[in-house]
T-cell receptor, first 116, second 113 residues
Framework: EAEVAQSPRYKITEKSQAVAFWCDPISGHATLYWYRQILGQGPELLVQFQDESVVDDSQLPKDRFSAERLKGVDSTLKIQPAELGDSAMYLC??????????????FGPGTRLTVT | AQSVTQPDIHITVSEGASLELRCNYSYGATPYLFWYVQSPGQGLQLLLKYFSGDTLVQGIKGFEAEFKRSQSSFNLRKPSVHWSDAAEYFCAVGATGRRALTFGSGTRLQVQP
């Protein structure tokens, strides 16, 4: 069964350092999402890609966060510099190209970030 | 904008007992509704979804959910809970035009032997 891959699974970094997360969506899924999940809460969207284009980054803290999906396949989410409040689970999800329809999203295992 | 409320933060049931997790949504049109389950330290797994048609939907692991438009609810049920069902459950709503999902804050299920 096809799965969304993420790495690393766990990351501990000091504040003010840079950190990057990688996601490989299910083959054929044109839409890719990055969510942040703070402990005890539901996931919240950071950025959404359709192929290589960003379609929603309204909740992405652009002063420190960046995301790219250069070839429309895998994606990288970067934080620089990391702050204590960035400690969370970062989840990647993918879905079929929607064309206005809503399809179910498939989630990867996540990256647990701890900023010290 | 859509929103989801899961009124129960934490529920404890005995193994073999029935389960109902509540979900209320706010959205102006017909919603796309989902239930996901998350084990500790893991990603989210889709349990079931409602897009249209029959308001009672069946999912994996013996779960079902019923869409009630009049109550703006999409409650998750299971007739007999197993210890392996202990996890966090999230209700989510999607909308055409904004394909990302809006999640509730989750309900943590604990199963007593």
């Amino acid at each position: 069964e096809a799965e969304v891959a993420q790495s690393p699974r766990y990351k501990i970094t000091e504040k003010s350092q840079a950190v990057a997360f990688w996601c490989d969506p299910i083959s054929g899924h044109a839409t890719l999402y990055w969510y942040r999940q703070i402990l005890g809460q539901g996931p919240e969207l950071l950025v959404q890609f359709q192929d290589e284009s960003v379609v929603d980054d309204s909740q992405l803290p652009k002063d420190r966060f960046s995301a790219e999906r250069l070839k429309g396949v895998d994606s990288t989410l970067k934080i620089q510099p990391a702050e204590l409040g960035d400690s969370a689970m970062y989840l990647c999800a993918s879905s079929l190209k929607t064309g206005g329809h809503v399809y179910e999203q498939y989630f990867g295992p996540g990256t647990r970030l701890t900023v010290t | 904008a859509q929103s989801v409320t899961q009124p129960d933060i934490h529920i404890t049931v005995s193994e073999g007992a029935s389960l109902e997790l509540r979900c209320n949504y706010s959205y102006g049109a017909t919603p796309y509704l989902f239930w996901y389950v998350q084990s500790p330290g893991q990603g989210l797994q889709l349990l079931l979804k409602y897009f249209s048609g029959d308001t009672l939907v069946q999912g994996i692991k013996g779960f079902e959910a019923e869409f009630k438009r009049s109550q703006s609810s999409f409650n998750l049920r299971k007739p007999s809970v197993h210890w392996s069902d202990a996890a966090e459950y999230f209700c989510a709503v999607g909308a055409t035009g904004r394909r990302a999902l809006t999640f509730g804050s989750g309900t943590r299920l604990q199963v007593q032997p």
